[in-house]
């Protein structure tokens, strides 16, 4: 039993609250047969928005009830198209829509606010309402308690509605259990438009990464042996890489994924070249690639050394923008709706002392998938990141006790997330039908308090 | 003396420490007469930039050793000049000069790094380099301690060196203080280009806003009033303002800058009309607006009223949406070279518990600044924002001692900043020679841990 474990349960049995600990909540995740949506969806609308009559279908056609104004029943959930909102009257509706349904969201329950974005806003009021909506979805966030979570997708002009279903998908349901207080841009998705899985087909809802081959840097354990089986449990086919030395636990993924497993030193000079060789070769190409490998070399940057620096920029950087380069390439296995998946770091975004070389390899990802989104666009493909916050893991459980239960602490959920957390943000960005989300950063870090 | 005074008095004299209190470093403010730099600056780049040689004759000019290489000395800065770093060897370079350097900066010292934008970078790497500089500098700002701050300027590659002048005047000098962590962007400056104050002349050294006429909203107390004293310090003439019910405050404030009060309900439907005419009529116009009046209103959001929202939201936000269109209208008073600084804050960049009304209005203020920077520049005008983190006011002093200490305490320089830190920042964005930072948001926060 993880701490973390060890706490929800004192706090499920009363214990915690005696002892002056304060409750963890339990988070609702995805379990394969579980329903998307657990209970009704309040559905509505400030502005003249073109999403509230797509999200209602999209509910009803997941089993739920679509409640148009708070009553007395428990909320699964609550979205807000505030597309057309583009005066501060437009947004004082959108209180008197949210105050009364904030109330009735249940443990682990969903806000959903849907937004312009404001750099296309017709002016400076609709600019300002836009961005306004930031400061208020992280502010819910902030309030929800029993693990309900409170996210803003920022959806372009020119995204048509089943541009956001990936993301409905994923924010609605348990799946984000450990996503909270985030923006994410929608824009018009790129390459040939993706049908979204039929959903009287139950196969297809649970698989949605069926016949997908995807390769996993940094397989062999922590977050990345969480990834493989995730997207393995999603349908994909995986191909683990690690190191030669991490072997046993690569194999260990590839038997527990059914996949296969590839030793490969991705610092190599001829790594990416090896990789994308071995892609075609034995696997006729590849649909997601996920950057998880990474070290840290932590000291204080006076103390710093060129090894220390240079290994973790090297692993954590160099290396995902060689084999980026090469997925660009002329004759790239990438396969149509290739997606490709970085892992950035809290550190990246906030800075974090004794970690400057992993903060600066981190941030460096970010650039390096903002710069890269256009390029992958015009070959159909998408490349975003997540950026993780305080996760449970083998690394985090060797830190000292009370910086551990800080770091566990300073988020709205009041908890660590899991390595299945970061992995079902991966599943999301990695689905073909995600092709509306590029350049995106997307932390899973429980809202974490810290940031820039 | 306030608590914050108390606590360092307590450092100084090693009271804090036999109580098991953390140090609170003393942080250098500006006096009128003190030289902008207290000692020998490190001046370096790592690859092929533009700005070491401006930097060095700028230091060299206020009467400042140029040290290429870290020595044995106490440095008061160091600035590296990364603005042509591609590459991450040239990364790698830039921690072979920092790691040595940061030692030895002195108390209330700087760093400062110049970076590329990313956005205009010409590949994958150069843009992942220059987006590394930000987790590098906020990293840097969270290691170092007895005051000394660490900020990036990131400059466009068509904004000369001279754009860059003003703000190595505040981030190099006491102005800064408070400002820490930070990224701030400087592109190509608007309007006809400003000389730079002549050095040998210390009257316009000390006297940066000589000439120039300042309204200051919500000038009665707090960091209006601060705002006021330090604008006219710094040689503008006053124009307070603030509601009727403010009035003796407001005089006062008056009286201490030798300026003028208008009494003004910026809320009310005239009040941008009465505003303008009153600039125009009495004193020929206005170069620098100062939307700084603002109120809370807190309440969880499932409690909120609709007129706590709706009155944060009018005077946060509305107002300064509605005085701000007005300036851009024909026959505007606004002056070549004009300034307008908006008051955001921190909640409008992480939210709040409790505040979604405020938060909400302060995002706003961030959106609508953007909004309306690219139709000040075409006026040759700017707008900014300034985003307030933990200051030491009235208001802050009535809070719980608990949330108060913890609000004090949760940034880099581990203390609260004053109001004329704030003022300082807002002096800066002020004067005629910034023109080349337009649509900025800047934290006055001690780097805040709490960010989005």
Not at 73 to 96: C, I, M, N, S, Y
Not at 273 to 279: K, P, Y
Request: hydrophobic share 45%; charged share 20%.
């Amino acid at each position: 039993m993880s701490g973390n474990d060890l706490l929800a349960t004192l706090s499920n049995t009363g214990i915690a609250k005696q002892l002056g600990l304060p409750t963890v909540p339990a988070l609702r995740r995805h379990r394969p047969g579980d329903p998307l949506l657990a209970g009704p969806v309040l559905v509505a609308s400030a502005g003249d928005g073109r999403f509230a009559g797509p999200v209602a279908a999209f509910v009803r056609e997941h089993g739920q009830q679509v409640i148009a104004e708070a009553g007395e029943e428990k909320l699964h959930g609550v979205v807000v198209d505030l597309t057309g909102a583009r005066t501060l009257a437009d947004l004082a509706a959108a209180q008197q829509i949210l105050t009364p349904a904030v109330k009735r969201v249940g443990p682990s329950g969903r806000v959903l606010l849907i937004g312009a974005e404001p750099a296309e806003a017709p002016g400076a009021e609709a600019a300002a309402v836009a961005q306004a909506l930031d400061g208020l979805v992280r502010s819910i966030g902030k309030e929800l308690r029993f693990g309900a979570t409170a996210n803003l997708l920022v959806v372009a002009a020119g995204a048509p509605p089943a541009a956001v279903d990936s993301s409905l998908r994923f924010f609605l349901s348990a799946r984000s259990a450990y996503v909270d207080g985030q923006v994410v841009r929608v824009s018009e998705p790129v390459g040939t438009p993706q049908e979204p899985a039929e959903v009287d087909d139950p196969r297809a809802e649970e698989r949605p990464l069926a016949g997908r081959i995807a390769v996993v840097t940094g397989a062999a354990r922590g977050i990345g042996a969480a990834v493989a089986e995730t997207l393995a449990r999603d349908g994909a086919s995986i191909v683990a890489v690690d190191v030669p030395a991490a072997g046993e636990g690569l194999a260990r993924t590839a038997n527990r994924t059914g996949g296969t497993a590839l030793q490969l030193d991705i610092t190599a000079a001829d790594a990416a070249d090896r990789l994308l060789t071995h892609l075609t070769e034995r696997h006729g190409g590849v649909d997601l690639v996920v950057h998880n490998a990474g070290i840290t070399r932590d000291k204080l940057l006076a103390n710093m050394t060129a090894d220390r620096w240079d290994s973790v920029l090297a692993v954590n950087l160099g290396a995902q923008l060689a084999i980026n380069e090469a997925l660009l390439a002329a004759g790239s296995p990438l396969h149509d709706a290739g997606r490709v998946v970085c892992v950035s770091s809290q550190s990246g975004i906030a800075g974090n002392r004794g970690q400057t070389n992993y903060a600066a390899s981190k941030a460096g990802v970010i650039g390096m998938v903002r710069a890269f989104a256009p390029r992958f666009a015009e070959r159909g493909a998408t490349i975003n990141a997540v950026a993780p916050g305080f996760i449970e893991t083998e690394m985090t459980g060797k830190m000292p006790i009370g910086t551990r239960e800080a770091g566990r602490r300073v988020n709205s959920l009041k908890q660590g997330g899991l390595p299945v957390d970061v992995a079902e943000a991966i599943g999301w960005l990695g689905r073909a039908e995600s092709g509306g989300l590029n350049g995106q950063v997307v932390r899973v870090c429980g809202q974490s308090m810290l940031g820039a």
